[in-house]
Protein backbone atom coordinates (compact mmCIF):
# COMPACT_ATOMS: atom_id res chain seq x y z
CA UNK A 1 0.00 0.00 0.00
CA UNK A 2 2.88 2.32 1.18
CA UNK A 3 5.06 1.45 -1.65
CA UNK A 4 2.30 1.90 -4.35
CA UNK A 5 1.28 5.25 -3.08
CA UNK A 6 4.80 6.52 -3.67
CA UNK A 7 4.67 5.05 -6.69
CA UNK A 8 1.63 6.59 -7.61
CA UNK A 9 3.15 10.26 -6.17
CA UNK A 10 6.01 9.50 -8.23
CA UNK A 11 3.73 9.36 -11.40
CA UNK A 12 2.02 12.35 -10.61
CA UNK A 13 4.97 14.06 -10.27
CA UNK A 14 6.95 12.98 -13.30
CA UNK A 15 3.42 13.94 -15.34
CA UNK A 16 3.69 17.42 -13.43
CA UNK A 17 7.31 18.00 -14.87
CA UNK A 18 6.81 16.78 -18.33
CA UNK A 19 3.66 18.68 -18.65
CA UNK A 20 5.88 21.48 -17.63
CA UNK A 21 8.54 21.32 -19.89
CA UNK A 22 5.77 20.76 -22.38
CA UNK A 23 3.69 23.84 -21.60
CA UNK A 24 7.05 25.55 -21.60
CA UNK A 25 7.80 24.32 -25.07
CA UNK A 26 4.24 25.06 -26.18
CA UNK A 27 4.31 28.34 -24.64
CA UNK A 28 7.59 29.21 -26.74
CA UNK A 29 6.35 27.29 -30.25
CA UNK A 30 3.05 29.28 -29.45
CA UNK A 31 1.00 26.41 -30.87
CA UNK A 32 3.18 25.91 -33.42
CA UNK A 33 4.18 22.99 -35.66
CA UNK A 34 8.20 22.91 -34.43
CA UNK A 35 9.15 23.24 -38.44
CA UNK A 36 6.95 26.38 -39.03
CA UNK A 37 8.77 27.33 -35.55
CA UNK A 38 11.80 27.04 -37.10
CA UNK A 39 11.24 27.86 -40.88
CA UNK A 40 9.72 31.74 -39.55
CA UNK A 41 12.66 32.66 -37.56
CA UNK A 42 15.54 31.51 -40.49
CA UNK A 43 13.67 33.80 -42.94
CA UNK A 44 12.95 36.42 -40.32
CA UNK A 45 16.78 36.45 -39.83
CA UNK A 46 17.68 36.82 -43.04
CA UNK A 47 14.99 39.90 -43.50
CA UNK A 48 16.67 41.15 -40.44
CA UNK A 49 20.18 40.79 -42.04
CA UNK A 50 18.85 42.99 -44.98
CA UNK A 51 17.31 45.63 -42.28
CA UNK A 52 21.45 45.51 -40.85
CA UNK A 53 23.09 45.77 -44.36
CA UNK A 54 21.85 49.14 -44.54
CA UNK A 55 22.98 50.43 -41.15
CA UNK A 56 26.16 48.43 -40.72
CA UNK A 57 27.08 49.58 -44.29
CA UNK A 58 26.91 53.52 -42.86
CA UNK A 59 29.06 52.10 -39.66
CA UNK A 60 31.46 50.49 -41.39
CA UNK A 61 31.81 53.71 -43.37
CA UNK A 62 31.73 56.17 -40.47
CA UNK A 63 34.15 53.70 -38.31
CA UNK A 64 36.81 53.28 -41.58
CA UNK A 65 36.80 57.62 -41.98
CA UNK A 66 37.40 58.70 -38.29
CA UNK A 67 40.96 60.31 -38.81
CA UNK A 68 39.10 62.21 -41.37
CA UNK A 69 36.39 63.65 -40.10
CA UNK A 70 38.19 64.05 -36.78
CA UNK A 71 40.72 66.10 -38.65
CA UNK A 72 38.33 67.83 -41.19
CA UNK A 73 35.45 67.63 -39.56
CA UNK A 74 32.52 70.00 -40.88
CA UNK A 75 35.61 71.79 -43.67
CA UNK A 76 35.70 68.70 -45.36
CA UNK A 77 32.39 69.31 -46.80
CA UNK A 78 33.16 73.46 -47.46
CA UNK A 79 36.89 73.81 -48.28
CA UNK A 80 37.72 73.50 -51.74
CA UNK A 81 41.40 72.34 -51.43
CA UNK A 82 41.87 68.50 -52.85
CA UNK A 83 45.56 67.78 -52.47
CA UNK A 84 46.43 63.69 -51.82
CA UNK A 85 50.00 65.51 -51.96
CA UNK A 86 50.13 67.35 -48.51
CA UNK A 87 47.21 65.44 -47.02
CA UNK A 88 44.87 68.35 -47.30
CA UNK A 89 41.06 67.32 -48.05
CA UNK A 90 37.90 69.75 -48.74
CA UNK A 91 35.22 67.74 -51.00
CA UNK A 92 33.30 71.13 -52.24
CA UNK A 93 34.63 71.11 -55.73
CA UNK A 94 33.88 67.45 -56.24
CA UNK A 95 30.29 67.78 -54.06
CA UNK A 96 29.85 70.79 -56.87
CA UNK A 97 30.62 68.37 -59.43
CA UNK A 98 28.75 66.11 -58.45
CA UNK A 99 25.23 68.05 -58.01
CA UNK A 100 26.33 70.27 -61.35
CA UNK A 101 26.10 67.43 -63.25
CA UNK A 102 23.72 65.64 -62.04
CA UNK A 103 21.13 68.35 -62.08
CA UNK A 104 22.24 69.41 -65.98
CA UNK A 105 21.47 65.64 -66.74
CA UNK A 106 18.31 65.79 -65.02
CA UNK A 107 17.60 69.08 -67.17
CA UNK A 108 17.90 67.40 -70.12
CA UNK A 109 16.79 64.25 -68.95
CA UNK A 110 13.26 64.96 -67.44
CA UNK A 111 11.45 66.90 -70.46
CA UNK A 112 12.06 63.67 -72.55
CA UNK A 113 11.70 61.59 -69.98
CA UNK A 114 7.80 62.04 -69.41
CA UNK A 115 7.52 63.23 -72.63
CA UNK A 116 8.57 59.43 -73.46
CA UNK A 117 5.80 58.24 -70.60
CA UNK A 118 2.92 59.94 -71.87
CA UNK A 119 3.41 58.98 -74.63
CA UNK A 120 3.58 54.82 -73.79
CA UNK A 121 0.84 55.62 -71.46
CA UNK A 122 -1.42 57.82 -73.06
CA UNK A 123 -1.01 57.91 -77.00
CA UNK A 124 0.79 54.37 -78.21
CA UNK A 125 -1.81 51.95 -79.09
CA UNK A 126 -0.74 48.49 -77.44
CA UNK A 127 0.90 47.11 -79.89
CA UNK A 128 3.59 49.96 -80.00
CA UNK A 129 3.70 50.44 -76.62
CA UNK A 130 5.13 47.29 -75.67
CA UNK A 131 8.08 46.91 -77.61
CA UNK A 132 8.67 50.76 -76.89
CA UNK A 133 9.25 50.04 -73.39
CA UNK A 134 11.33 46.99 -74.13
CA UNK A 135 13.48 49.36 -76.15
CA UNK A 136 13.63 51.96 -73.09
CA UNK A 137 14.41 49.16 -70.52
CA UNK A 138 17.11 47.92 -72.38
CA UNK A 139 18.92 51.51 -72.63
CA UNK A 140 18.54 50.93 -68.34
CA UNK A 141 20.32 47.04 -68.80
CA UNK A 142 23.53 48.34 -70.90
CA UNK A 143 26.35 48.40 -68.53
CA UNK A 144 27.81 51.90 -67.11
CA UNK A 145 31.03 50.87 -68.50
CA UNK A 146 30.01 50.85 -72.10
CA UNK A 147 28.18 54.10 -71.82
CA UNK A 148 31.52 55.13 -71.09
CA UNK A 149 33.43 53.58 -73.47
CA UNK A 150 31.02 54.93 -76.03
CA UNK A 151 31.41 58.18 -74.46
CA UNK A 152 35.17 58.39 -75.10
CA UNK A 153 35.22 57.52 -78.65
CA UNK A 154 32.16 58.90 -80.35
CA UNK A 155 30.49 61.47 -77.09
CA UNK A 156 33.23 63.12 -76.43
CA UNK A 157 34.61 63.71 -80.35
CA UNK A 158 31.60 64.58 -80.95
CA UNK A 159 30.68 67.84 -78.42
CA UNK A 160 34.63 68.42 -79.04
CA UNK A 161 34.03 69.11 -82.63
CA UNK A 162 30.21 70.18 -83.30
CA UNK A 163 28.41 70.74 -79.79
CA UNK A 164 30.99 72.90 -78.23
CA UNK A 165 32.18 75.26 -81.34
CA UNK A 166 28.53 75.63 -81.92
CA UNK A 167 27.60 76.92 -78.39
CA UNK A 168 31.00 78.96 -78.31
CA UNK A 169 29.74 80.25 -81.76
CA UNK A 170 26.37 81.22 -80.71
CA UNK A 171 26.16 82.27 -77.21
CA UNK A 172 30.09 84.15 -77.15
CA UNK A 173 29.56 86.48 -74.50
CA UNK A 174 27.68 83.63 -72.28
CA UNK A 175 30.43 82.15 -68.64
CA UNK A 176 28.87 78.75 -69.01
CA UNK A 177 30.28 78.08 -72.42
CA UNK A 178 33.90 79.63 -72.23
CA UNK A 179 37.45 77.97 -72.67
CA UNK A 180 39.17 75.58 -75.14
CA UNK A 181 36.79 72.57 -76.29
CA UNK A 182 38.59 69.38 -74.96
CA UNK A 183 35.36 67.43 -75.24
CA UNK A 184 36.10 65.97 -71.88
CA UNK A 185 34.33 67.85 -69.30
CA UNK A 186 30.82 68.82 -67.62
CA UNK A 187 28.98 69.21 -70.62
CA UNK A 188 29.68 65.42 -72.14
CA UNK A 189 29.40 63.99 -68.20
CA UNK A 190 25.47 65.89 -68.20
CA UNK A 191 24.74 64.44 -71.49
CA UNK A 192 25.83 60.85 -70.74
CA UNK A 193 24.10 61.27 -67.50
CA UNK A 194 20.94 62.49 -69.28
CA UNK A 195 21.06 59.32 -71.75
CA UNK A 196 21.55 57.25 -68.49
CA UNK A 197 18.84 58.27 -66.31
CA UNK A 198 16.05 58.84 -69.19
CA UNK A 199 14.80 54.65 -68.95
CA UNK A 200 14.40 54.99 -65.08
CA UNK A 201 12.70 58.28 -65.47
CA UNK A 202 10.61 56.81 -68.04
CA UNK A 203 9.66 53.54 -67.29
CA UNK A 204 8.33 54.69 -63.37
CA UNK A 205 6.45 57.43 -64.82
CA UNK A 206 5.10 55.40 -67.23
CA UNK A 207 3.72 53.26 -64.28
CA UNK A 208 2.35 56.25 -62.23
CA UNK A 209 0.55 57.69 -65.35
CA UNK A 210 -0.65 54.35 -65.61
CA UNK A 211 -2.28 54.15 -62.09
CA UNK A 212 -4.39 56.66 -62.47
CA UNK A 213 -8.21 55.44 -63.08
CA UNK A 214 -9.68 55.63 -66.51
CA UNK A 215 -12.79 57.33 -64.58
CA UNK A 216 -10.35 60.69 -64.29
CA UNK A 217 -10.00 60.67 -68.46
CA UNK A 218 -13.46 59.76 -69.07
CA UNK A 219 -14.86 62.62 -66.84
CA UNK A 220 -12.09 65.35 -68.94
CA UNK A 221 -13.25 63.98 -72.06
CA UNK A 222 -16.56 64.18 -71.38
CA UNK A 223 -16.55 67.87 -70.71
CA UNK A 224 -15.09 68.07 -74.36
CA UNK A 225 -11.70 68.04 -73.05
CA UNK A 226 -9.15 67.68 -75.66
CA UNK A 227 -6.58 64.68 -75.73
CA UNK A 228 -3.65 67.14 -74.52
CA UNK A 229 -5.82 68.44 -72.10
CA UNK A 230 -6.59 65.38 -70.38
CA UNK A 231 -3.38 64.47 -70.32
CA UNK A 232 -2.73 67.79 -68.37
CA UNK A 233 -5.46 66.63 -66.02
CA UNK A 234 -3.53 62.99 -65.28
CA UNK A 235 -0.05 64.70 -65.03
CA UNK A 236 -1.57 67.17 -62.53
CA UNK A 237 -3.16 64.07 -60.64
CA UNK A 238 0.30 62.05 -60.52
CA UNK A 239 2.04 65.34 -59.48
CA UNK A 240 4.20 64.05 -56.87
CA UNK A 241 4.67 60.46 -58.16
CA UNK A 242 6.08 61.92 -60.93
CA UNK A 243 8.56 64.03 -58.33
CA UNK A 244 9.44 60.68 -56.67
CA UNK A 245 10.17 59.53 -60.54
CA UNK A 246 12.92 62.27 -61.23
CA UNK A 247 14.04 62.09 -57.43
CA UNK A 248 15.05 58.31 -58.41
CA UNK A 249 16.78 59.79 -61.26
CA UNK A 250 18.49 61.59 -59.38
CA UNK A 251 19.88 59.82 -57.08
CA UNK A 252 20.92 57.06 -60.00
CA UNK A 253 23.01 60.06 -61.47
CA UNK A 254 25.00 61.45 -58.45
CA UNK A 255 25.63 57.79 -58.00
CA UNK A 256 27.05 56.93 -60.98
CA UNK A 257 30.28 55.98 -61.46
CA UNK A 258 32.31 54.69 -64.85
CA UNK A 259 30.70 56.68 -67.76
CA UNK A 260 31.10 59.82 -65.61
CA UNK A 261 34.64 59.13 -64.72
CA UNK A 262 35.34 58.01 -68.48
CA UNK A 263 34.16 61.75 -69.31
CA UNK A 264 34.39 64.26 -66.88
CA UNK A 265 37.73 64.97 -67.29
CA UNK A 266 38.29 64.42 -63.54
CA UNK A 267 39.64 67.59 -62.27
CA UNK A 268 38.84 69.21 -58.84
CA UNK A 269 37.76 72.37 -59.49
CA UNK A 270 34.44 75.21 -59.49
CA UNK A 271 34.17 76.35 -62.69
CA UNK A 272 30.96 78.15 -64.70
CA UNK A 273 32.40 76.94 -68.06
CA UNK A 274 30.51 73.67 -68.90
CA UNK A 275 33.49 72.97 -70.89
CA UNK A 276 35.84 72.87 -68.34
CA UNK A 277 36.78 69.29 -66.68
CA UNK A 278 35.29 68.62 -63.58
CA UNK A 279 34.79 65.93 -60.75
CA UNK A 280 32.37 63.94 -58.96
CA UNK A 281 32.35 61.96 -55.55
CA UNK A 282 32.18 58.83 -57.42
CA UNK A 283 34.54 59.44 -59.63
CA UNK A 284 37.62 60.43 -57.24
CA UNK A 285 36.57 56.87 -55.68
CA UNK A 286 36.89 55.14 -58.68
CA UNK A 287 40.26 57.09 -59.61
CA UNK A 288 41.95 57.27 -56.52
CA UNK A 289 40.87 54.50 -54.52
CA UNK A 290 44.02 51.80 -55.28
CA UNK A 291 46.57 55.05 -55.13
CA UNK A 292 45.67 55.85 -51.39
CA UNK A 293 49.22 55.62 -49.76
CA UNK A 294 48.39 57.02 -46.30
CA UNK A 295 45.86 56.29 -43.71
CA UNK A 296 44.29 59.74 -43.75
CA UNK A 297 43.85 60.01 -47.50
CA UNK A 298 42.00 56.13 -47.30
CA UNK A 299 39.87 57.94 -44.76
CA UNK A 300 39.40 60.71 -46.88
CA UNK A 301 38.08 59.10 -49.48
CA UNK A 302 35.92 56.70 -47.39
CA UNK A 303 34.20 59.37 -45.72
CA UNK A 304 33.59 60.80 -49.26
CA UNK A 305 31.73 57.14 -49.74
CA UNK A 306 29.80 57.95 -46.49
CA UNK A 307 28.80 61.42 -47.63
CA UNK A 308 27.73 60.15 -51.12
CA UNK A 309 25.91 57.41 -49.43
CA UNK A 310 23.91 59.66 -47.15
CA UNK A 311 23.12 61.77 -49.51
CA UNK A 312 21.72 59.19 -51.93
CA UNK A 313 19.80 56.93 -49.18
CA UNK A 314 17.89 60.78 -48.24
CA UNK A 315 17.03 61.34 -52.09
CA UNK A 316 15.92 57.39 -52.21
CA UNK A 317 13.97 58.04 -49.06
CA UNK A 318 12.09 60.83 -50.23
CA UNK A 319 11.98 59.33 -53.86
CA UNK A 320 10.05 55.84 -52.64
CA UNK A 321 7.72 58.19 -50.04
CA UNK A 322 6.72 59.90 -53.11
CA UNK A 323 5.97 57.08 -55.34
CA UNK A 324 4.26 55.12 -53.11
CA UNK A 325 1.76 57.59 -51.88
CA UNK A 326 0.75 58.31 -55.38
CA UNK A 327 0.05 54.84 -56.00
CA UNK A 328 -1.22 54.16 -53.22
CA UNK A 329 -3.90 57.18 -53.21
CA UNK A 330 -5.61 55.32 -56.06
CA UNK A 331 -5.65 52.15 -54.32
CA UNK A 332 -6.96 52.58 -51.38
CA UNK A 333 -9.48 55.52 -53.04
CA UNK A 334 -10.80 54.02 -55.97
CA UNK A 335 -12.00 57.86 -57.63
CA UNK B 1 -23.41 87.03 -80.16
CA UNK B 2 -21.54 86.38 -83.28
CA UNK B 3 -18.28 87.66 -81.44
CA UNK B 4 -18.60 85.52 -78.58
CA UNK B 5 -19.20 82.36 -81.41
CA UNK B 6 -16.43 83.36 -83.31
CA UNK B 7 -14.15 83.84 -80.19
CA UNK B 8 -15.50 80.36 -78.98
CA UNK B 9 -13.95 79.46 -82.60
CA UNK B 10 -10.79 80.62 -82.42
CA UNK B 11 -10.01 79.50 -78.46
CA UNK B 12 -10.98 75.65 -80.06
CA UNK B 13 -8.89 76.30 -83.16
CA UNK B 14 -5.94 77.06 -80.37
CA UNK B 15 -6.76 74.54 -77.87
CA UNK B 16 -6.89 71.73 -80.83
CA UNK B 17 -3.38 73.19 -82.46
CA UNK B 18 -1.94 73.13 -78.78
CA UNK B 19 -3.05 69.52 -78.31
CA UNK B 20 -1.47 68.35 -81.66
CA UNK B 21 1.75 70.19 -80.92
CA UNK B 22 2.41 68.54 -77.70
CA UNK B 23 1.03 65.26 -78.85
CA UNK B 24 3.61 65.52 -81.29
CA UNK B 25 6.35 66.79 -78.98
CA UNK B 26 5.81 63.37 -76.70
CA UNK B 27 6.35 61.08 -79.96
CA UNK B 28 9.74 62.76 -80.68
CA UNK B 29 10.98 62.84 -77.07
CA UNK B 30 10.12 58.78 -77.46
CA UNK B 31 11.59 58.65 -80.47
CA UNK B 32 15.03 60.52 -79.27
CA UNK B 33 14.84 58.18 -76.59
CA UNK B 34 15.91 55.79 -78.91
CA UNK B 35 18.59 57.45 -80.70
CA UNK B 36 21.38 56.76 -77.96
CA UNK B 37 20.50 53.12 -78.21
CA UNK B 38 20.79 52.76 -81.58
CA UNK B 39 24.18 55.14 -81.64
CA UNK B 40 25.58 52.29 -78.55
CA UNK B 41 24.51 48.90 -80.20
CA UNK B 42 25.48 49.98 -83.41
CA UNK B 43 29.04 51.30 -82.41
CA UNK B 44 29.75 48.28 -79.69
CA UNK B 45 28.84 45.99 -83.00
CA UNK B 46 30.26 47.25 -85.83
CA UNK B 47 33.89 48.28 -84.11
CA UNK B 48 33.47 45.29 -81.21
CA UNK B 49 33.02 42.53 -84.36
CA UNK B 50 36.72 43.40 -86.15
CA UNK B 51 38.77 41.94 -83.63
CA UNK B 52 36.05 39.27 -82.15
CA UNK B 53 38.07 35.71 -83.16
CA UNK B 54 38.33 32.55 -81.32
CA UNK B 55 41.52 34.22 -79.66
CA UNK B 56 39.37 36.35 -77.78
CA UNK B 57 37.76 32.94 -75.91
CA UNK B 58 41.24 31.20 -75.30
CA UNK B 59 44.05 33.67 -75.16
CA UNK B 60 45.32 35.18 -71.95
CA UNK B 61 45.86 39.39 -72.79
CA UNK B 62 49.69 40.31 -74.08
CA UNK B 63 52.03 42.62 -73.37
CA UNK B 64 51.67 46.63 -74.11
CA UNK B 65 52.29 46.63 -77.48
CA UNK B 66 52.46 43.02 -78.55
CA UNK B 67 49.32 42.23 -80.42
CA UNK B 68 46.68 39.73 -80.62
CA UNK B 69 45.72 37.79 -77.23
CA UNK B 70 42.24 37.43 -75.87
CA UNK B 71 40.99 38.18 -72.60
CA UNK B 72 39.76 34.36 -71.53
CA UNK B 73 40.84 34.93 -67.78
CA UNK B 74 38.24 37.98 -67.74
CA UNK B 75 35.33 35.91 -69.43
CA UNK B 76 36.29 33.26 -66.78
CA UNK B 77 36.25 35.81 -63.60
CA UNK B 78 33.29 37.66 -64.71
CA UNK B 79 31.63 33.73 -64.30
CA UNK B 80 33.47 33.46 -60.94
CA UNK B 81 32.49 37.00 -59.51
CA UNK B 82 28.89 36.83 -60.79
CA UNK B 83 28.97 33.07 -59.42
CA UNK B 84 30.60 33.81 -56.23
CA UNK B 85 27.90 36.79 -55.76
CA UNK B 86 24.97 34.83 -56.51
CA UNK B 87 26.43 32.16 -54.00
CA UNK B 88 25.74 34.71 -51.38
CA UNK B 89 22.85 36.38 -52.45
CA UNK B 90 20.59 34.44 -53.61
CA UNK B 91 19.56 32.53 -50.79
CA UNK B 92 19.73 35.89 -48.87
CA UNK B 93 17.03 37.20 -51.36
CA UNK B 94 14.86 34.36 -51.65
CA UNK B 95 14.65 33.77 -48.09
CA UNK B 96 13.82 37.18 -46.93
CA UNK B 97 11.27 37.82 -50.19
CA UNK B 98 9.91 34.69 -48.30
CA UNK B 99 9.29 36.72 -45.03
CA UNK B 100 7.77 39.24 -46.50
CA UNK B 101 5.66 37.51 -48.69
CA UNK B 102 4.48 34.85 -46.19
CA UNK B 103 4.85 36.88 -42.46
CA UNK B 104 5.82 40.67 -43.10
CA UNK B 105 2.38 41.94 -42.98
CA UNK B 106 3.08 44.16 -40.18
CA UNK B 107 5.56 47.24 -39.49
CA UNK B 108 8.89 45.56 -39.56
CA UNK B 109 7.51 44.15 -42.65
CA UNK B 110 7.00 47.43 -44.69
CA UNK B 111 10.13 48.78 -42.96
CA UNK B 112 12.44 45.67 -44.53
CA UNK B 113 10.29 46.31 -48.22
CA UNK B 114 11.21 49.99 -47.70
CA UNK B 115 14.81 50.03 -46.89
CA UNK B 116 15.41 46.65 -49.33
CA UNK B 117 13.88 49.65 -52.31
CA UNK B 118 16.21 52.16 -50.59
CA UNK B 119 18.96 49.38 -50.44
CA UNK B 120 18.48 49.25 -54.31
CA UNK B 121 19.32 53.02 -54.88
CA UNK B 122 22.28 52.78 -53.16
CA UNK B 123 25.53 53.51 -55.81
CA UNK B 124 27.43 50.48 -56.59
CA UNK B 125 30.86 51.88 -56.28
CA UNK B 126 29.52 52.90 -52.05
CA UNK B 127 28.69 49.00 -52.05
CA UNK B 128 32.59 48.45 -53.48
CA UNK B 129 34.16 50.66 -50.49
CA UNK B 130 31.80 48.45 -47.81
CA UNK B 131 33.02 45.40 -49.70
CA UNK B 132 36.67 46.99 -49.25
CA UNK B 133 36.57 47.95 -45.25
CA UNK B 134 34.53 44.84 -44.87
CA UNK B 135 36.87 41.86 -46.75
CA UNK B 136 39.81 43.57 -48.11
CA UNK B 137 41.43 45.23 -45.17
CA UNK B 138 41.42 42.22 -42.62
CA UNK B 139 42.42 39.78 -45.66
CA UNK B 140 44.87 42.66 -46.32
CA UNK B 141 44.73 41.85 -50.00
CA UNK B 142 42.53 42.42 -52.72
CA UNK B 143 39.88 39.38 -53.48
CA UNK B 144 37.88 38.02 -55.82
CA UNK B 145 36.07 36.85 -52.88
CA UNK B 146 35.81 40.60 -51.86
CA UNK B 147 34.42 41.27 -55.26
CA UNK B 148 31.54 38.59 -54.93
CA UNK B 149 30.35 40.13 -51.68
CA UNK B 150 29.85 43.73 -52.97
CA UNK B 151 28.12 42.09 -56.17
CA UNK B 152 26.16 39.83 -53.93
CA UNK B 153 24.95 43.05 -51.72
CA UNK B 154 24.11 44.75 -54.94
CA UNK B 155 21.75 41.74 -56.08
CA UNK B 156 20.04 41.45 -52.96
CA UNK B 157 17.23 43.94 -53.38
CA UNK B 158 16.60 42.67 -56.64
CA UNK B 159 15.94 39.17 -55.95
CA UNK B 160 13.94 39.92 -52.68
CA UNK B 161 11.76 42.28 -54.41
CA UNK B 162 11.07 39.83 -56.92
CA UNK B 163 10.51 36.98 -54.72
CA UNK B 164 7.86 38.86 -53.04
CA UNK B 165 5.99 39.82 -55.90
CA UNK B 166 6.32 36.32 -57.34
CA UNK B 167 5.23 34.81 -54.07
CA UNK B 168 2.18 37.14 -53.81
CA UNK B 169 0.69 35.90 -57.34
CA UNK B 170 0.59 32.21 -55.86
CA UNK B 171 -3.33 32.38 -55.37
CA UNK B 172 -4.28 32.04 -51.69
CA UNK B 173 -6.43 28.32 -52.58
CA UNK B 174 -3.26 26.48 -52.59
CA UNK B 175 -1.90 27.80 -49.52
CA UNK B 176 -5.11 26.60 -47.77
CA UNK B 177 -5.32 23.42 -49.58
CA UNK B 178 -2.03 22.65 -48.22
CA UNK B 179 -2.68 23.02 -44.67
CA UNK B 180 -6.27 21.76 -45.33
CA UNK B 181 -4.03 18.28 -45.53
CA UNK B 182 -2.74 19.10 -42.36
CA UNK B 183 1.08 19.98 -43.92
CA UNK B 184 2.37 22.06 -42.12
CA UNK B 185 3.19 25.66 -43.01
CA UNK B 186 6.44 25.54 -43.95
CA UNK B 187 6.46 22.73 -45.91
CA UNK B 188 3.71 24.27 -48.07
CA UNK B 189 5.36 27.38 -48.26
CA UNK B 190 8.63 25.54 -49.36
CA UNK B 191 7.37 22.62 -51.63
CA UNK B 192 3.94 24.15 -52.88
CA UNK B 193 4.56 28.00 -52.45
CA UNK B 194 8.12 28.27 -53.26
CA UNK B 195 7.84 25.51 -56.50
CA UNK B 196 5.30 26.65 -57.92
CA UNK B 197 6.43 30.79 -58.06
CA UNK B 198 9.90 29.20 -58.91
CA UNK B 199 9.94 30.60 -62.48
CA UNK B 200 9.10 34.08 -61.30
CA UNK B 201 11.43 33.74 -58.66
CA UNK B 202 13.94 32.36 -61.74
CA UNK B 203 13.54 35.12 -63.72
CA UNK B 204 14.42 37.59 -60.45
CA UNK B 205 17.51 35.83 -60.29
CA UNK B 206 18.97 36.04 -63.91
CA UNK B 207 17.72 39.81 -64.04
CA UNK B 208 20.26 39.94 -60.47
CA UNK B 209 22.92 38.20 -62.35
CA UNK B 210 22.96 39.97 -65.47
CA UNK B 211 22.96 43.64 -63.75
CA UNK B 212 25.94 41.75 -61.62
CA UNK B 213 27.54 40.60 -64.41
CA UNK B 214 28.13 44.50 -65.85
CA UNK B 215 29.11 45.93 -62.60
CA UNK B 216 32.63 47.90 -62.60
CA UNK B 217 32.43 50.21 -60.08
CA UNK B 218 32.55 47.67 -57.23
CA UNK B 219 34.99 45.20 -58.35
CA UNK B 220 38.07 48.01 -58.95
CA UNK B 221 39.41 48.08 -55.58
CA UNK B 222 37.66 44.80 -54.59
CA UNK B 223 38.56 41.93 -57.15
CA UNK B 224 40.73 44.29 -58.49
CA UNK B 225 42.06 42.31 -62.00
CA UNK B 226 45.14 40.51 -62.94
CA UNK B 227 46.72 39.91 -65.69
CA UNK B 228 47.25 36.15 -65.60
CA UNK B 229 45.18 33.17 -65.52
CA UNK B 230 43.75 32.73 -61.87
CA UNK B 231 41.15 31.04 -60.36
CA UNK B 232 42.01 31.35 -57.10
CA UNK B 233 38.90 33.50 -55.31
CA UNK B 234 41.39 34.66 -52.61
CA UNK B 235 43.52 36.01 -55.23
CA UNK B 236 43.03 39.41 -57.06
CA UNK B 237 40.58 38.35 -60.48
CA UNK B 238 40.40 39.92 -63.66
CA UNK B 239 36.71 40.71 -65.14
CA UNK B 240 35.47 42.27 -68.35
CA UNK B 241 33.92 45.25 -67.21
CA UNK B 242 37.16 46.57 -65.44
CA UNK B 243 39.00 45.50 -68.65
CA UNK B 244 37.18 47.59 -70.58
CA UNK B 245 37.20 49.72 -68.47
CA UNK B 246 41.36 50.01 -67.85
CA UNK B 247 41.61 49.33 -71.97
CA UNK B 248 39.55 52.22 -72.96
CA UNK B 249 41.55 54.73 -71.16
CA UNK B 250 44.61 53.80 -72.14
CA UNK B 251 46.59 55.41 -74.82
CA UNK B 252 46.95 52.04 -77.01
CA UNK B 253 45.22 51.44 -80.37
CA UNK B 254 45.14 47.87 -80.28
CA UNK B 255 43.80 48.08 -76.47
CA UNK B 256 40.79 50.39 -77.17
CA UNK B 257 39.97 48.16 -80.20
CA UNK B 258 39.78 45.39 -77.38
CA UNK B 259 38.25 47.35 -75.00
CA UNK B 260 35.08 47.27 -77.97
CA UNK B 261 35.49 43.91 -78.57
CA UNK B 262 35.10 43.00 -74.62
CA UNK B 263 31.98 45.16 -74.55
CA UNK B 264 30.30 43.24 -77.23
CA UNK B 265 31.13 40.13 -75.49
CA UNK B 266 29.74 41.29 -72.33
CA UNK B 267 26.34 42.76 -74.04
CA UNK B 268 26.24 38.95 -75.49
CA UNK B 269 26.87 37.31 -72.41
CA UNK B 270 24.13 39.49 -70.92
CA UNK B 271 21.69 38.91 -73.53
CA UNK B 272 21.83 35.38 -73.63
CA UNK B 273 20.82 36.11 -69.74
CA UNK B 274 17.91 38.20 -70.31
CA UNK B 275 17.08 36.06 -73.57
CA UNK B 276 16.16 32.93 -70.90
CA UNK B 277 14.81 35.99 -68.60
CA UNK B 278 12.33 36.90 -71.43
CA UNK B 279 11.53 33.10 -72.50
CA UNK B 280 10.79 32.76 -68.82
CA UNK B 281 8.65 35.49 -67.74
CA UNK B 282 6.26 35.03 -71.36
CA UNK B 283 5.00 31.76 -69.36
CA UNK B 284 5.15 33.49 -65.58
CA UNK B 285 1.43 34.06 -65.64
CA UNK B 286 0.21 29.83 -66.00
CA UNK B 287 0.48 29.42 -62.31
Known sequence: ?335 | MEIKSSLNKISLYRRKITNVIMLSLSFLSALLALVPLIFVFYYTISKGIAHLDLNFFTKLPTPIGEPGGGMVNAIVGTLILVGIGGAIGIPVGILSGTYLSEFGHNKFGSLVRFLTDVLSGVPSIVVGVVAYTLVVLPMKHFSAFAGGVALAILMIPTITRTTEEMIKLVPQSYREAGLALGIPKWKTTVLIILKTAWKGIATGILLGLSRAAGETAPLLFTALGNRFWSTNVFQPMASLTVYIYEYSTAPFKDWNDQAWTAALVLILLISVLSLIFRIITRSKYKV
Open chain 1, 1 to 335: MNENAELTKEYFEKRKRSTKTSTFIKKLLGNKNPGDFIFERLTLLFAVLVFLLVLFMAWEMYSHSILSIKKFGFHFLVTSVWDPFNEVFGALPIIYGTIVSSVLGLLIAVPLGIGVAVFLSEIAPGWLEKPLSFLTELLAGVPSVIYGLWGIFVLVPWVRDSVEPFLQNSFPNSPFFQGAAYGFGMLAAAIILSIMVLPIISSISRDILKSVPNTQREAAYALGATKWEVTKIVIGNAKSGLLGAIMLGLGRAIGETMAVTMVIGNRPQISASLFDPSYTMASVLANEFTEATSDLYLNALIELALVLFIITILINILARLLVWSTERKWKSNPA
